[in-house]
Nanobody, 129 residues
Framework: QVQLEESGGGLVQPGGSLRLSCAAS????????IGWFRQAPGKERTAVSF????????YYGDSVKGRFTISRDNAKNTIYLQMNSLKPEDTADYFC??????????????????????WGEGTLVTVSS
Protein backbone atom coordinates (compact mmCIF):
# COMPACT_ATOMS: atom_id res chain seq x y z
CA GLN A 1 0.00 0.00 0.00
CA VAL A 2 1.45 3.32 -1.09
CA GLN A 3 1.43 6.15 1.41
CA LEU A 4 2.55 9.73 0.90
CA GLU A 5 2.77 11.72 4.10
CA GLU A 6 3.27 15.47 3.85
CA SER A 7 4.46 17.78 6.57
CA GLY A 8 5.89 21.24 7.02
CA GLY A 9 2.99 23.50 6.17
CA GLY A 10 2.07 26.48 8.29
CA LEU A 11 1.69 30.23 8.49
CA VAL A 12 4.51 32.41 7.21
CA GLN A 13 4.86 36.10 6.43
CA PRO A 14 5.39 37.31 2.87
CA GLY A 15 9.04 36.99 1.95
CA GLY A 16 9.52 34.13 4.37
CA SER A 17 10.45 30.49 3.83
CA LEU A 18 9.04 27.06 4.53
CA ARG A 19 10.19 23.54 3.77
CA LEU A 20 7.67 20.85 2.95
CA SER A 21 8.44 17.16 3.27
CA CYS A 22 6.81 14.14 1.67
CA ALA A 23 7.71 10.72 3.05
CA ALA A 24 6.82 7.93 0.64
CA SER A 25 6.31 4.29 1.53
CA UNK A 26 5.19 1.25 -0.39
CA UNK A 27 6.35 2.45 -3.81
CA UNK A 28 7.58 -0.35 -6.07
CA UNK A 29 7.83 1.55 -9.35
CA UNK A 30 11.24 1.55 -11.04
CA UNK A 31 10.79 4.89 -12.75
CA UNK A 32 8.38 7.65 -11.82
CA UNK A 33 7.94 11.28 -10.96
CA ILE A 34 7.20 12.48 -7.46
CA GLY A 35 6.40 16.03 -6.60
CA TRP A 36 4.04 18.73 -5.48
CA PHE A 37 0.74 20.14 -6.58
CA ARG A 38 -1.20 22.93 -4.95
CA GLN A 39 -4.76 24.13 -4.83
CA ALA A 40 -5.84 27.51 -3.57
CA PRO A 41 -9.42 28.14 -2.42
CA GLY A 42 -11.70 28.49 -5.41
CA LYS A 43 -8.96 27.70 -7.90
CA GLU A 44 -7.89 24.69 -9.91
CA ARG A 45 -5.13 22.40 -8.74
CA THR A 46 -1.78 23.09 -10.42
CA ALA A 47 1.54 21.33 -10.58
CA VAL A 48 4.34 23.05 -8.67
CA SER A 49 7.42 20.90 -9.03
CA PHE A 50 8.56 17.33 -9.37
CA UNK A 51 11.67 15.19 -9.47
CA UNK A 52 12.19 12.05 -11.53
CA UNK A 53 13.24 8.78 -9.99
CA UNK A 54 15.88 7.40 -10.44
CA UNK A 55 17.48 10.11 -12.62
CA UNK A 56 16.82 13.06 -10.32
CA UNK A 57 15.78 15.52 -13.01
CA UNK A 58 13.78 18.42 -11.63
CA TYR A 59 10.93 20.43 -13.09
CA TYR A 60 9.18 23.59 -11.91
CA GLY A 61 6.08 25.52 -12.73
CA ASP A 62 6.69 29.02 -14.07
CA SER A 63 5.23 30.73 -11.01
CA VAL A 64 7.77 29.17 -8.62
CA LYS A 65 10.95 29.04 -10.71
CA GLY A 66 13.83 30.67 -8.89
CA ARG A 67 12.00 30.61 -5.55
CA PHE A 68 11.26 26.93 -4.87
CA THR A 69 13.72 24.04 -4.88
CA ILE A 70 12.80 20.37 -4.88
CA SER A 71 15.21 17.77 -3.54
CA ARG A 72 15.21 14.14 -2.48
CA ASP A 73 16.75 11.92 0.15
CA ASN A 74 16.79 8.44 -1.30
CA ALA A 75 17.80 6.82 1.99
CA LYS A 76 14.72 8.26 3.68
CA ASN A 77 12.39 7.90 0.67
CA THR A 78 11.55 11.53 1.21
CA ILE A 79 11.34 14.57 -1.02
CA TYR A 80 11.46 18.18 0.08
CA LEU A 81 10.20 21.45 -1.30
CA GLN A 82 12.17 24.44 -0.08
CA MET A 83 10.00 27.50 -0.61
CA ASN A 84 11.67 30.90 -0.39
CA SER A 85 10.44 34.42 -1.04
CA LEU A 86 6.91 33.29 -0.38
CA LYS A 87 4.05 35.43 -1.65
CA PRO A 88 0.40 35.61 -0.58
CA GLU A 89 -0.51 33.95 -3.88
CA ASP A 90 1.45 30.87 -2.78
CA THR A 91 -1.23 30.23 -0.17
CA ALA A 92 -2.76 26.83 -0.91
CA ASP A 93 -3.07 23.23 0.11
CA TYR A 94 0.05 21.47 -1.09
CA PHE A 95 -0.25 17.83 -2.12
CA CYS A 96 2.45 15.27 -2.73
CA UNK A 97 1.81 13.07 -5.76
CA UNK A 98 3.31 10.22 -7.76
CA UNK A 99 2.79 9.46 -11.45
CA UNK A 100 4.64 8.29 -14.51
CA UNK A 101 7.03 10.93 -15.80
CA UNK A 102 5.01 11.75 -18.91
CA UNK A 103 1.97 12.53 -16.78
CA UNK A 104 4.00 14.78 -14.50
CA UNK A 105 5.53 16.65 -17.44
CA UNK A 106 2.07 17.10 -18.90
CA UNK A 107 0.83 18.51 -15.61
CA UNK A 108 3.77 20.89 -15.08
CA UNK A 109 3.03 22.30 -18.54
CA UNK A 110 -0.43 23.25 -17.34
CA UNK A 111 -2.46 20.34 -18.62
CA UNK A 112 -4.77 18.13 -16.58
CA UNK A 113 -3.39 15.83 -13.91
CA UNK A 114 -5.84 12.99 -14.41
CA UNK A 115 -3.13 10.35 -14.64
CA UNK A 116 -1.74 10.79 -11.12
CA UNK A 117 -1.36 7.39 -9.45
CA UNK A 118 -1.09 8.40 -5.80
CA TRP A 119 -1.93 11.46 -3.73
CA GLY A 120 -1.07 12.56 -0.25
CA GLU A 121 -3.64 14.23 1.96
CA GLY A 122 -2.07 17.65 1.75
CA THR A 123 -0.55 20.27 3.99
CA LEU A 124 -1.75 23.86 4.21
CA VAL A 125 0.57 26.76 3.50
CA THR A 126 -0.67 30.22 4.38
CA VAL A 127 1.34 33.29 3.44
CA SER A 128 0.00 36.32 5.22
CA SER A 129 1.10 39.24 7.34
Amino acid sequence: QVQLEESGGGLVQPGGSLRLSCAASGLTLDEYGIGWFRQAPGKERTAVSFVTIPDGNTYYGDSVKGRFTISRDNAKNTIYLQMNSLKPEDTADYFCAVADIATMINAIMGNNDGGIKYWGEGTLVTVSS
